[in-house]
């Protein structure tokens, strides 16, 4: 019976992964990028490479904001300031005007304006590129794209469910959970890739758990949406309002007046949270009954949720601090949150997660892998006798070409039209998406054409030219590249520090490439009747 209950395990951990495993694999991408899309986003925006060498305080930085919206947003009913920080180095200014009179509103965002600021002097920054940069990846891997949010969000939490079960399914067939994490034989094929599933799979267990649940619980509301239905009765306003309260808006009185100076408010805010302000509001700026709002910077702890305090936008009173003390639901829920984005880690920390992140994208890669290597082993006196290999086992070949080798392709494309395409383009956003999409529908479509190991090595080798070859690039678009970064030690550290990384990628899969080296002849007619993942090295 024992036994009967563990190979059940073995059968729901199988197809349970495998059924969704390429999306997975673009969502934990996708995420494990996000964790720098910061720092990405400042890559992709090579005009503000010389104001990240510059940082100022806090205090300064509110000043010149402060500056700046009274001179270019007036008329606006509210502002919103976000201050740099480590990083972020530019100053983000952004103001809602009302429509003039006869003048359609043009959406939710139609009269929103932003910009980019130097944070010591408040002058617009030339116009760095538009690009979605690291916000793209981001919303990728929840959002995934050319389809509703809401639909995607469902497809998303569709697979993760289907992770969580794999996971935890894996766990309960593994009856040496411990030894497969200090258990790897290289060149011993189909045990090579079981080998390899484990350790990446293992060795960070409980962030792959972690990360599944959260991922689920942050968009809880969507998926089961019953219980807060039926307490409130379907009055969702007061639901939020009570689970996630927040300070009670002042009407504007409609009488001018002038707004009482940021910095000294950012000092009191900072003095008694023991951390920096990260963003600024301010409601009916120029009226009576102005308020600002300071909303503490992310990193002190695990919660998303911060903690804020609302100013008298005259006479610079503290009204209320809110957010110190938060009901059970909204601390939970802002933990699970901040737990899943991590924005409350340090730069090792944040390395840590990232690295995990990878071994997850490993841990679905390989788990592919292992089940078409199975199959094919099952298969391999058909295949011997001349007989083609089963639509299955062909088509996950071809998906496990596509996707594995396919999406390093995609994300250097991405990067590599940031840089080439025209600064002035139309909607250029989109048409570096387009790249990223077109070059991995490609990559896929070329490889359902023929899965060979042949096809392996092509594409492993143009995702490591176009990753490795991007501190190349950097270095004929920029000022700011890795040589000046180490050798001069001037730039943004964050800038050589994303080369680097992409650079090790890069010649990783160069190396994965190589191993895919031609195979000996007697090999080579083995393979002939098939040629696709029998193919592959035995996880050398």
Known sequence: MKEGFRQSMAWLHTWSGLLVCWVLLLVFCGGTASYYRSEITLWMQPELHAVAANPVSSEVAASAAQAAMTERAGGATRWFITLPDERTQATQLGWSKPPKPGEKKKGRRGNFHTEKTDPATGEVLSKPRDTRGGEFLYRLHFDLHYMSPIWARWIVGFCAMFMLVSIISGVITHKRIFKDLFTFRPKKGQRSWLDAHNVT????????????????????????PSGATAAYKGDKDTFFAEAFPRAEERKAAGVAAPLTPFAPLVRQAEQQWGSKVERISVNAPGDANAVITLSRASGRDMSTRQPSMDFDGVTGKLLSSNGEVLPGAAATQGVMVGLHVAHFGAPLLRALFFLSGLAGCAMVATGALLWAVKTRQKQAKALAAGKRASFGLRLVEALNIGAIAGIPIAFGAYFWANRLLPVAMEDRPQEEIACFFGAWALAAIVAQLRPTRAMWRIQL????????????????????????????????????????????????????????????????KLAAAAPATNTLPGAA
């Open 201 to 224: 799979a293992v060795l960070a267990l409980p962030f792959h758990l972690m990360i599944t649940y959260t991922g689920l619980v942050t968009l809880m509301f969507l998926y089961m």
């Open 461 to 524: 080798t143009a995702g490591a030219i176009l990753l490795a070859g991007l501190p190349l690039l950097n270095v004929f678009t920029t000022e700011s590249h890795l040589g000046v970064t180490l050798l001069l030690g001037r730039g943004p550290v964050s800038v050589a520090a994303f080369d680097l990384v992409v650079l090790a990628l890069g010649l990783l899969l160069a190396w994965a490439a190589y191993k895919l080296k031609p195979l000996p002849a007697k090999a080579a």
